[in-house]
């Protein structure tokens, strides 16, 4: 990763990097993904799986529908709106 994509990246979170070092912030993204290819290159063949999301004691809840906040207030923290929805710029 370069730091222009860490760039890219921050403005899409609408984060500011200001005074912060992006080529630093590529170091450790860079670091983050090695280790993310290291494990994919695990072999796991044979491996017996030894947890299960049954195995939990998980407390699930019956969904209800429960009223819908407005448009306007869906929008009110929203950076840009347009017609009524969300605005977000593509030529990122």
Same mark, same amino acid.
């Given at each position: 990763?370069?730091? %222009?994509? $860490?760039?890219? +990246?921050?403005?899409?979170?609408?984060? =500011?990097? #200001?005074?912060?070092?992006?080529?630093?912030? &590529?170091?450790? !993204?860079? %670091?983050? *993904?090695?280790?993310?290819?290291?494990? !994919?290159? $695990?072999?796991?063949?044979? $491996? %017996?799986?030894?947890?299960? +999301? =049954?195995?939990?004691?998980? &407390?699930?809840? #019956?969904?209800?529908?429960?009223? =819908? +906040?407005?448009? =306007? &207030?869906? *929008?009110?923290?929203? %950076?840009?709106?347009?017609?009524? !929805? !969300?605005? +977000?710029?593509?030529?990122?």
């Amino acid at each position: 990763m370069e730091r %222009k994509e $860490v760039e890219k +990246i921050y403005k899409l979170a609408n984060l =500011s990097l #200001e005074g912060k070092d992006a080529d630093k912030l &590529a170091d450790k !993204f860079n %670091k983050v *993904l090695d280790f993310v290819e290291d494990i !994919f290159e $695990v072999d796991t063949d044979g $491996v %017996k799986e030894f947890e299960l +999301i =049954s195995n939990h004691d998980a &407390a699930f809840r #019956e969904d209800k529908q429960g009223e =819908s +906040i407005s448009r =306007s &207030a869906a *929008l009110s923290n929203a %950076k840009d709106t347009e017609l009524g !929805f !969300f605005k +977000i710029d593509w030529k990122l």
